[in-house]
Protein backbone atom coordinates (compact mmCIF):
# COMPACT_ATOMS: atom_id res chain seq x y z
CA UNK A 1 0.00 0.00 0.00
CA UNK A 2 1.46 3.29 -0.91
CA UNK A 3 -0.06 6.54 0.36
CA UNK A 4 0.03 9.97 -1.64
CA UNK A 5 0.17 13.14 -0.03
CA UNK A 6 -0.68 16.41 -2.16
CA UNK A 7 0.62 20.00 -1.29
CA UNK A 8 1.30 23.75 -3.14
CA UNK A 9 -1.86 24.32 -5.03
CA UNK A 10 -3.83 27.74 -4.50
CA UNK A 11 -4.43 30.47 -6.80
CA UNK A 12 -2.71 32.73 -8.99
CA UNK A 13 -3.22 34.74 -11.92
CA UNK A 14 -2.37 33.67 -15.57
CA UNK A 15 1.19 34.00 -16.12
CA UNK A 16 2.17 33.08 -12.46
CA UNK A 17 3.52 29.85 -11.40
CA UNK A 18 2.79 27.28 -8.89
CA UNK A 19 4.85 24.45 -7.87
CA UNK A 20 2.92 21.06 -6.45
CA UNK A 21 4.53 18.46 -4.09
CA UNK A 22 3.93 14.98 -3.58
CA UNK A 23 4.86 13.16 -0.54
CA UNK A 24 4.96 9.05 -0.79
CA UNK A 25 4.91 6.66 1.85
CA UNK A 26 4.97 2.68 1.95
CA UNK A 27 6.73 0.19 1.07
CA UNK A 28 9.05 0.32 -2.66
CA UNK A 29 7.21 3.65 -2.96
CA UNK A 30 10.74 5.00 -3.97
CA UNK A 31 10.86 2.79 -7.23
CA UNK A 32 7.19 3.65 -8.28
CA UNK A 33 6.47 5.59 -11.63
CA UNK A 34 4.61 8.77 -10.27
CA UNK A 35 2.81 11.99 -11.86
CA UNK A 36 0.10 14.14 -12.09
CA UNK A 37 -3.32 13.76 -13.40
CA UNK A 38 -6.39 16.75 -13.01
CA UNK A 39 -9.49 17.52 -13.58
CA UNK A 40 -11.69 20.27 -14.37
CA UNK A 41 -15.30 21.16 -13.64
CA UNK A 42 -17.37 19.06 -15.88
CA UNK A 43 -14.68 17.26 -17.46
CA UNK A 44 -13.10 13.79 -17.43
CA UNK A 45 -9.62 13.39 -15.20
CA UNK A 46 -6.99 14.21 -17.83
CA UNK A 47 -3.47 12.92 -17.47
CA UNK A 48 -0.82 15.72 -16.85
CA UNK A 49 2.70 14.17 -16.73
CA UNK A 50 5.00 11.34 -15.13
CA UNK A 51 8.41 10.31 -14.15
CA UNK A 52 9.84 6.73 -13.58
CA UNK A 53 11.74 6.40 -9.73
CA UNK A 54 15.11 7.15 -11.13
CA UNK A 55 14.35 10.84 -12.71
CA UNK A 56 15.44 9.40 -16.13
CA UNK A 57 12.56 9.53 -18.37
CA UNK A 58 9.55 11.97 -18.14
CA UNK A 59 6.38 12.21 -19.77
CA UNK A 60 4.03 15.09 -20.54
CA UNK A 61 0.78 15.66 -22.30
CA UNK A 62 0.69 18.34 -25.12
CA UNK A 63 -0.86 20.95 -23.40
CA UNK A 64 1.63 21.44 -20.35
CA UNK A 65 4.81 20.63 -22.52
CA UNK A 66 7.45 23.69 -22.65
CA UNK A 67 5.39 24.93 -19.59
CA UNK A 68 5.72 22.23 -16.60
CA UNK A 69 8.25 20.62 -15.12
CA UNK A 70 8.48 16.98 -13.54
CA UNK A 71 10.78 16.09 -11.06
CA UNK A 72 11.33 14.03 -7.78
CA UNK A 73 14.02 13.58 -4.81
CA UNK A 74 13.78 9.76 -4.61
CA UNK A 75 15.39 9.98 -1.42
CA UNK A 76 12.36 11.55 0.02
CA UNK A 77 9.97 10.06 -2.26
CA UNK A 78 8.76 13.28 -3.17
CA UNK A 79 7.74 14.49 -6.35
CA UNK A 80 7.29 17.96 -7.87
CA UNK A 81 5.19 19.94 -10.65
CA UNK A 82 6.64 23.28 -11.49
CA UNK A 83 3.55 25.24 -13.11
CA UNK A 84 4.98 28.37 -15.26
CA UNK A 85 3.23 30.44 -17.68
CA UNK A 86 0.01 29.29 -15.95
CA UNK A 87 -3.37 29.32 -18.18
CA UNK A 88 -6.97 29.42 -16.60
CA UNK A 89 -7.31 26.43 -18.59
CA UNK A 90 -5.11 24.81 -15.99
CA UNK A 91 -7.59 25.31 -13.25
CA UNK A 92 -8.39 22.10 -12.42
CA UNK A 93 -7.98 19.62 -9.23
CA UNK A 94 -4.55 18.07 -9.39
CA UNK A 95 -4.09 14.31 -8.36
CA UNK A 96 -0.84 12.80 -7.58
CA UNK A 97 -0.60 9.19 -8.96
CA UNK A 98 1.71 6.14 -8.65
CA UNK A 99 1.93 2.74 -10.29
CA UNK A 100 4.63 -0.41 -9.60
CA UNK A 101 7.71 -0.24 -11.68
CA UNK A 102 6.82 -1.45 -14.84
CA UNK A 103 3.16 -0.94 -15.27
CA UNK A 104 2.10 1.30 -17.15
CA UNK A 105 0.70 4.77 -15.75
CA UNK A 106 -2.23 5.50 -17.87
CA UNK A 107 -4.04 3.66 -15.22
CA UNK A 108 -2.73 4.74 -11.65
CA UNK A 109 -2.75 2.24 -8.66
CA UNK A 110 -2.53 4.92 -6.55
CA UNK A 111 -4.46 8.27 -5.87
CA UNK A 112 -3.81 11.52 -3.50
CA UNK A 113 -6.45 13.41 -2.64
CA UNK A 114 -6.24 16.30 -4.94
CA UNK A 115 -5.20 19.88 -4.32
CA UNK A 116 -7.07 22.44 -6.19
CA UNK A 117 -5.19 25.20 -8.77
CA UNK A 118 -7.24 28.24 -9.66
CA UNK A 119 -6.14 30.95 -12.17
CA UNK A 120 -7.34 33.79 -13.11
CA UNK A 121 -7.17 35.84 -16.12
Known amino acids: QVQLVESGGGSVQAGGSLRLSCAAS????????MGWFRQAPGKEREFVAY????????GYADSVKGRFTISRDSAKSTVYLQMNSLKPEDTAVYYCAAVPLGSSFSRPDYWGQGTQVTVSS
Open 26 to 33: GRSSSTYT
Open 51 to 58: IIWSGRST
